[in-house]
């Protein structure tokens, strides 16, 4: 055990993440002036975050794309405003309009900085959800290769391996953050007189997801700690077809594109070989909507129609064999064959005999920390910017706008921070908080015995996946409600059975678990108390979508007893919401 | 699964901070079809020996976090597939933490593993 005191850091922003909304607030704020120390979990710049794993679309309305930079797809019939209306559409009008309008106006801005940067432009899509072509697609590693550069060039200190737990607060402002650095387990406090949340989303709280081992809503369950508001969280989004076994390639998205992306028309079949999608939309079949997909494929499998890894089939045999080997040839030759590092032809079978499974893999979360159009949180100190926020994209996410949050809210929170710094003295840290977060924090060293965190990690994934996935009800959300209770309980008796201190991942682990508990709570709350079906929440026993009285906000936050929810209305600035009861998914 | 459960033999170099000379672990791990050598380290944390120090992150051969010596090349753990028995070690380019863990941020440009 480690007898070192905590290590104390002084500046005037520490920004927690280093990817793309991290990357883009440090270089923003070190153009203007600010002393800035980045902090992250991964190992070193690029080796950790959603930002290097996406197939990167940044959407930008199409006629700004034509206009300024004159990149080969674009359209100049569109405008921001439809670009606005698209992303409110999509979000089902859970969307704070006013997030909304400075984040299609300050799109073309940070793609110039991008573009200016260095950032080659490949061609621009047209993404579902979008009227225009918007998605503007870049290579993912060569975007990372010049947050490199550019975080260098900042000389801003950055503590890689480093966890962030828990907010500083002192006199009710936020001081700073304390978390530990993995690599020698020495606790570590950064104060602050502005703190950047840039943390992600919490995807691995479920067993299937497309997002990388660290996102665990560290930054979410951290504010939420510290009486923050969170927002939204009953709408995490899945990526309705991805494969659930080889298990080297669980969570890749092939799936999806034969059977739903546009270019490949393969069937979803039920190992029945019924092709379910009739039942759901017997119009578009499998080309309808991803969130209905998504409901779809997951009654399938939950219903036992799956298949034996858990997935539903993926088929090409109604097709002849000469066409599919045809398709093969013309598809873009990165469309199947790759994916990231993989040659896909190790994991794809021959097309024209054999059907692949499917599932859908959590993808993205919707909801997060409560902003405002400058990232301020309710916590004087606090911001927050990409996916750890809650509020730009409602129910539902559009294609592309996740890299456009990143970018825009970066900046936008350096932007914002430079402006209020002088508001904020640097506090020191309470040295009663620095050491109740230090003994929390050494807690599961010091038990002589207790529960196997591994154990209560696969527990927490699987009651996740089992009750406040994809489908909810009452009676499955009240089963989560109680096991998640169990786990806390558990969770706060947790025991290492290796005691070093150096890059222990069983310590990881256990504070890792406590951010997942943090968010699951709140995501299994703000499920039950919705009683109606939107975006990325639908509920089997309330499936109609309700605009009388649902176009609301869940606003969550820590109560004595535990969650406190409470409904508030997005702001709304231009597009007012229907009015009625509509059928999921319309 | 699938009838075809076989076991390989997993030999992984161990070290804590400041040890020098080889220590190896040695672990008996069940393979299914198209594992990788991440999911063979994964699966040695979380079910035989939870004090297994290694470092992931997107699982998709993009972030080259991975990176380990595999059978003594270097190869990334997430997209390098199982094909039998299994000696690991960490990238010796750069600065060791423990175990399979090295300090990457020494040398920021120079991550990729050869291919």
């Not at chain 1, 997935?311 to 097709?319: D, E």
Request: charged share 25%; net charge neutral; proline share 5%.
């Amino acid at each position: 055990m480690s007898s070192e005191q905590t290590l104390f850091h002084k500046t005037d922003v520490v920004i927690v993440g280093s990817e793309g909304a991290g990357a883009t607030a440090l270089i923003e704020a070190a153009r203007r002036g600010l002393e800035a120390i980045v902090v992250t979990k991964g190992n070193g710049v690029g080796r950790s975050g959603a930002t290097i794993t996406g197939e990167a679309d940044l959407a930008v309305d199409s006629r700004s794309i034509h206009e300024r930079f004159r990149i080969q797809g674009s359209d100049p019939g569109d405008s921001k405003e439809q670009f606005f209306k698209d992303t409110v559409v999509g979000g089902k009008y859970l969307n704070q309009q006013d997030l909304v309008e400075a984040h299609v106006e300050d799109a073309p801005e940070r793609l110039a900085d991008l573009l200016a940067w260095g950032l080659k432009p490949l061609f621009v899509a047209k993404m579902s959800g979008h009227t225009y072509p918007r998605g503007v697609m870049v290579s993912a590693p060569e975007l990372i290769r010049i947050y490199r550069k550019k975080t260098r060039e900042t000389g801003a200190k950055v503590l890689n391996n480093t966890m962030v737990q828990d907010l500083l607060i002192r006199d009710g402002q936020c001081a700073g953050v304390f978390g530990v650095d993995l690599t020698t387990g020495r606790t570590v406090a950064i104060l602050a007189k502005a703190t950047l949340l840039a943390t992600g989303g919490g995807m691995m709280i479920y067993p299937i997801t497309t997002a990388p081992e660290e996102l665990t809503g560290d930054g979410t369950a951290m504010a939420y700690r510290a009486g923050v508001e969170l927002a939204d969280m009953e709408f995490p989004m899945f990526l309705p077809g991805c494969f659930p076994w080889p298990q080297a390639v669980r969570g890749v998205n092939t799936p999806f594109k034969l059977s739903s992306a546009g270019m490949v028309h393969g069937h979803l079949l039920n190992k029945h070989g019924e092709r379910f999608m009739a039942r759901w939309d017997p119009v578009k079949m499998e080309r309808t909507t991803r969130d209905i997909l998504a409901v779809a494929i997951w009654t399938e499998i939950m219903e036992g129609r799956g298949g034996p890894h858990g997935g539903v089939f993926v088929s090409l045999r109604h097709l002849p064999e000469n066409l599919i080997d045809y398709i093969l040839e013309w598809l873009p030759p990165k469309y199947l064959k790759r994916y990231g590092g993989f040659d896909m032809k190790n994991f794809l079978p021959d097309l024209s005999r054999f059907a692949v499974e499917s599932v859908p893999a959590c993808h993205f979360f919707n909801g997060g920390i409560r902003v405002d159009k400058d990232c301020r949180t309710n916590l004087p100190g606090l911001y927050a910017a990409g996916e750890v926020t809650a509020g730009l994209h409602g129910a539902n996410r559009l294609s592309g706008n996740a890299f456009t949050d990143m970018v825009v809210w970066g900046h936008r929170a350096a932007a914002a921070m430079a402006g209020d710094l002088k508001k904020f003295p640097r506090l020191e840290a309470d040295p009663r908080q620095v050491e109740s977060l230090r003994a929390k924090i050494l807690a599961p060293f010091e038990r002589s015995a207790g529960e196997d965190v591994r154990k209560l990690r696969r527990d927490l994934r699987r009651t996740a996946w089992e009750k406040v996935g994809i489908v909810r009800e009452r009676a499955g959300l009240e089963e989560a409600r109680l096991r998640v209770a169990e786990l806390q309980e558990a969770s706060s008796r947790i025991r290492l059975a290796y005691q070093g201190m150096v890059y222990n991942r069983e310590w990881v682990q256990a504070l890792e678990q406590e951010n997942m508990l943090d968010n699951l709570v709140c995501m299994v709350e703000a499920a039950l108390a919705r009683e109606e079906s939107r975006g990325a929440h639908y509920r089997k026993d309330f499936p109609q979508t309700d605009h009388r009285s649902w176009v609301v906000s869940q606003v969550l936050t820590r109560g004595a007893d535990g969650v406190r929810v409470r409904k508030a209305a997005p702001v709304i600035t231009r597009l007012q919401p229907p009015g009625d009861v509509q059928k999921y998914g319309i | 699964m699938e009838g075809n459960a076989k076991t390989i033999r997993v030999k992984v170099r161990r070290a804590e901070p400041g040890e020098s000379g080889s220590r190896y672990s040695e672990y008996q791990v069940p393979v299914d079809e198209k594992m990788s050598v991440f999911n063979v380290v994964e699966y040695i944390q979380g079910t035989l020996d939870p004090s297994l120090a290694y470092y992931a992150s997107c699982r998709i051969g993009k972030c080259l976090g991975c990176t380990l010596k595999v059978n003594g090349k270097l190869r990334l753990a997430c997209t390098t597939l199982v094909e039998g028995d299994l000696e690991l070690e960490p990238d010796h380019r750069y600065p060791l933490i423990r175990d399979l863990v090295v300090d990457m941020s020494s040398r920021e440009e120079s991550g990729a593993a050869s291919e």
